[in-house]
């Protein structure tokens, strides 16, 4: 069993920059590949990135990619998104969620835990 908390996230104008927190507790968080998803009212949730257990393959949605960057630390058992150069049309909640596997995916079907999510919204 995995559980997850995101935090990090805001409000913040176009152009800036944010960085989502998800900190992961449980037996096997060190092995688990991890994504970011967001999700949109009356929208399905859309992968944004993953990282797989040991930080070294990483995968990106094209709308995020050179602006959205995935991390993990694992001795803190947390994984990180930093997003900048924001835009309105990246205005979600988002979710990180972990696998029982240790490389990334990019259906939301393939994660096994969920957090609760973490607004973002980003102001014209």
């Known amino acids: 069993q995995v559980q997850l908390v995101e935090s990090g996230g805001g409000l913040v104008q176009a152009g800036g920059s944010l960085r989502l927190s998800c900190a992961a507790s449980?037996?096997?968080?060190?092995?688990?590949?991890m994504g970011w998803f967001r999700q949109v009212p009356g929208k399905e949730r859309d992968f944004v990135a993953a990282i797989n257990w040991a930080g070294a393959g990483t995968n990106y949605a094209d709308p995020v990619k050179g602006r959205f960057t995935i991390s993990r630390d694992n001795a803190k058992n947390t994984v990180y998104l930093q997003m900048n150069n924001l835009t309105p049309e990246d205005t979600a909640v988002y979710y990180c969620?972990?696998?029982?596997?240790?490389?990334?995916?990019?259906?939301?079907?393939?994660?096994?835990?969920w957090g609760q999510g973490t607004q973002v919204t980003v102001s014209s």
């Open positions: 969620g972990a696998r029982n596997n240790r490389w990334v995916a990019v259906r939301q079907n393939d994660y096994n835990y």
């Open positions: 449980g037996r096997t968080a060190s092995s688990s590949a």
